[in-house]
């Protein structure tokens, strides 16, 4: 009685949360020419919409309309001769279906500090203080440090795993982290489950053995709670911009120092907002500084995102790195590992460079891994469930453990090619 009425609260809360919302829609829009695709996103762009995914020729995209746009969006796309059609009339109802089942998921779960479960989505506070307590009841593998501080001031704390307290030179180091967009609520579990296959359930102990973790699982902590608290869909930081706009929020993954303001938004109001220089935000000078920390043994770097099932790498102008094939490679053989066990009603993943699969995109966080790390990757999580009912960003916590598992199996792919490359470039210089 008591659980229930503490449901029907939180319920009740949620409902006024997600006004902003009502009435927005969301649109799928197919393109039959790459011409046609650039002009959709152009005007995309230019109504500030919220783009989900940019359709290209045999790939629809989904696109966010808020109410009083979408007249002006369909006349467009009807001069246009653009095909498309309303996928959901309003979006409202789906953060409230989403609020209701990850709160009843929440009332029969058994998380505690020093377990988290895989039965629902944790919160930044629940995520620090169980980081902070795996230091503790596991001293000898575990370290938690806090990197700086967001903008708000909330610490910015990371795992650092090792057997030889990263004292071991021939071991590789690999870097992984969730959350950048902080939206993207599945790509949590992923970051998670690594942490307790590497620390508390331990069954491939040539992982944790042979190579030295580093594991970020909130990336962007203000934005996080943001949308938890205010609005579900806030994708940046919560930097303010005092000189004369009302637009908060830096793109985190547009304020990297690779090709940084090329491909990405000068106006502060644009969900690609690339901030007023690269590193400009203390979020991404956190990853900067561990990456730059472990630059000679850094061997694989994963920058885990939501939505779109594809495994994506450098660079976001379309240029491959030299050793772009063994990228592409070892790639295909992570996605190959999650479709393996895959929901069959998820597609298989896509593999390959960001600018030919998706758009370009300059400033990225795995652009910048790439230029001190073999191996970079993006990771975009399934949207799809077995049902179409959640949309996009949205988590069915039916899911959630079978993101995390899914995902790992396609890392610890990932981690065992990075440490075969690993030894083998250390052979080579020995040589
Ligand atoms: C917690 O719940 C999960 C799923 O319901 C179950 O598999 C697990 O054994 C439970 N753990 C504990 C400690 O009760
Ligand atoms: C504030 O907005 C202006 C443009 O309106 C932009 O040039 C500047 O970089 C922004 N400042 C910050 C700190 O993001
Ligand atoms: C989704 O499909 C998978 C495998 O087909 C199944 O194990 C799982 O229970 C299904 N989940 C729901 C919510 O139907
Ligand atoms: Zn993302």
Request: with cysteine; net charge negative.
């Amino acid at each position: 009685m008591k659980y229930l009425l503490i449901v029907s609260l939180c319920i009740l809360g949620a409902l006024a949360k997600h006004e902003l919302y009502d009435g927005h829609a969301v649109y799928e829009v197919e393109v039959n020419s790459i011409d046609q695709g650039k002009l959709v996103h152009d005007f995309e762009n230019e109504m500030f919409l919220d783009v989900w995914s940019d359709a290209i020729p045999g790939r629809p995209g989904q696109v966010l309309v808020p109410k009083v746009q979408r007249e002006e969006f369909e006349n467009f796309l009807s001069k246009e001769g653009v095909q498309y059609k309303v996928q959901v009339e309003n979006i409202k109802e789906q953060l409230e279906l989403e609020d209701k089942l990850l709160a009843e998921a929440a009332v029969k779960s058994n998380s505690s500090s020093s377990r988290l479960g895989f039965d629902k989505i944790h919160t930044y506070a629940e995520v620090d203080a169980y980081l902070t307590q795996l230091a503790r009841q596991y001293p000898n593998v575990v370290t938690v440090v806090e990197g700086g501080r967001s903008i708000e001031g909330r610490p910015i704390r990371y795992l650092r795993i090792s057997t030889t307290n990263f004292q071991d030179a021939r071991k590789p180091v690999i870097i992984m982290q969730s959350l950048i967009h902080c939206r993207e609520w599945v790509t949590l579990p992923a970051t998670l489950y690594a942490i307790q296959k590497l620390v508390v359930d331990v069954t491939e102990s040539d992982l944790i053995q042979n190579i030295d973790w580093i594991i970020l699982p909130v990336a962007n902590p203000d934005g996080y709670v943001f949308t938890h608290s205010n609005d579900r869909y806030w994708r940046k930081n919560r930097r303010q911009n005092f000189s004369g706009n009302i637009c908060p929020g830096v793109d985190l993954n547009r304020n990297f120092a690779m090709n940084w303001g090329t491909a990405s938004s000068t106006n502060p109001c644009s969900d690609t907002f690339h901030g007023s220089a690269a590193f400009s935000e203390p979020e991404t000078a956190v990853i900067r500084d561990i990456i730059q920390a472990h630059s000679n043994r850094l061997a694989l770097y994963l920058d885990i995102h939501s939505f779109g099932s594809m495994i994506l790498y450098g660079f976001g102008d379309g240029t491959l790195p030299s050793n772009a094939l063994q990228i592409n490679l070892v790639g295909v053989q992570m996605a190959q590992a999650i479709d393996r066990v895959k929901w069959p009603t998820n597609r298989n993943y896509i593999v390959g460079n960001i600018f030919h699969v998706l758009y370009a995109a300059s400033g990225g966080a795995s652009d910048y891994g790439q230029l001190f790390a073999p191996l970079s990757y993006t990771y975009e999580l399934p949207a799809w469930r077995n049902n179409s009912w959640l949309q996009g960003f949205l988590v069915d916590p039916e899911f959630i453990e079978q993101a995390g598992f899914e995902t790992w199996e396609g890392i610890k792919v990932g981690a065992r090619a990075a440490l075969a490359n690993f030894r083998q470039r250390n052979s080579v210089e020995r040589k």
